[in-house]
C-alpha cells in the first residue's frame, strides 16, 4: 500500500468496514513507540486458541519476515518486530463450520533489541488494545510471565508457518 | 520486502523453516498468470475450518486490501486480487489449546476483472497445490460452484477482519 491506511481510514470513513480511525500516533506502551504501519506486514503464522476462543495473526516487518523465512529464528535478529493480532471468534456469516474475526482485542508486538532491551530477556514487549489503540502499560513483566515457557526459543510462541 | 522471497529461499536453503523454494514461476492455473510475491501481501482477514480441519490466512494485493478496508466490496473493484493461504490444523508445540499451521495445503486466488472475466462472473479462480505450487485446471467451474451461496456477496466469503 502506497498511500498510508490512517489517510484512507480517515477519508473513507463514511464507508468504512471495521475501518476506525485513530487519527494520530498511539502513546508508547511501555516506552515502546508505536510500530505504524503494521497492518500491511506480512504474515508469518496464523493461530486459533481454544482457551479465550480468539483468532489471531502473527505478522512481521521486513527483519522478522526475512528472519522466518529462512530459519534465522532462535535467536530472533536485532530489528525484529514481530505483531500479534487478535479477534474473539466469530461464526462466518456464509459458512457455519467456519470461525472468523469478531470484535479486535488488540495488537501486541515483541521488538527485537538485545542491546536496548538487555533487561527484558533481548525484547520489548508492547500492547496496544480495542480499537483505539490504548497503551497497555502493566509492566513487560506481565508479557514476559506467560512467555516463560518458551524462554528456550527466544521467548516466542509462534513457529513460522511453511509456504512456498 | 525490498527482496524477493524466492531468492531469499534460493539463497539461505540450507537453513530453511518451511520455506519451498519454488525456483521458478509456477504455470498459469485455467489462463491464470501466477501472481508473484502474493507471500509478502498484507492481510484481510483470517479463518479456521472445523469442517476439514483447516486454517486460513486471507490475504490481498493493494488494490484488494485498499477495497477491504474501506468497505469497497460489493462488488469489489477491478484490478483486485485476494488470496487464501489454506494449511492443515497442527497444535502449537508450546501451547496446548493453540491450533496452529500444520501442512500447507494451497493457495487460492480469485482475480477480479468484470471484463476479462465476465464468462465466470467477473473473477478469474485460480489455485496453485502443495510446496511446489502445482496448479489446479479442474475448471473455474469448481470454485464457482463452491462459491455460489456468496453470489450475492460479489463471490466472496470473506469478512474484512476489523483493523483499527
Known sequence: MKTPVKVLAVVFLAASNGAAAVDQT????????????WQNWATIAVSHRTDNNTLRVILGNDAAVQAARTGNTNPWP????????????????????A???GEFVHAEFMFKDSKQYSASHGWGWARWTGLEQQPFEKGMQVCIACHTPVKHRDWVFTEPASLP
Chains 1, 2 share one sequence.
Open 99 to 101: 470461525t472468523a474475526p
Open 26 to 37: 498511539p502513546a508508547p506502551s511501555h516506552g515502546v513507540a508505536y510500530p505504524e504501519g
Open 78 to 97: 536485532d530489528g525484529a518486530i514481530i505483531g500479534k493480532v487478535v479477534w474473539k471468534d466469530a461464526q462466518l456469516q456464509d459458512w457455519q463450520a
